[in-house]
């Protein structure tokens, strides 16, 4: 979330995405199919911040 900064809000203190892919990934029995960030699409006329999205997809081995 480099350069995405709130004055309220602080990423440091949620879960992050990669967080839960080192856990899942440290040999529990899950494999990691996708972890990468995605540049989302605004819908055309909408304005907002260009936040790109995080996806996370783990797989359960077995």
Known sequence: ???H????FDPADYVQPSDVAD???D???WTIE?????P???PEGR??????????RARRDG
Not at 5 to 8: A, D, G, N, T
């Open 1 to 3: 979330m480099d350069g």
């Open 5 to 8: 900064h709130h004055p309220h």
């Open 23 to 25: 856990l899942l990934g």
């Open 27 to 29: 040999g529990g029995g």
């Open 34 to 38: 996708v972890h990468e960030v995605r």
């Open 40 to 42: 989302r699409e605004m």
């Open 47 to 56: 304005q907002g911040p260009d936040v790109p999205d995080v996806v996370l």
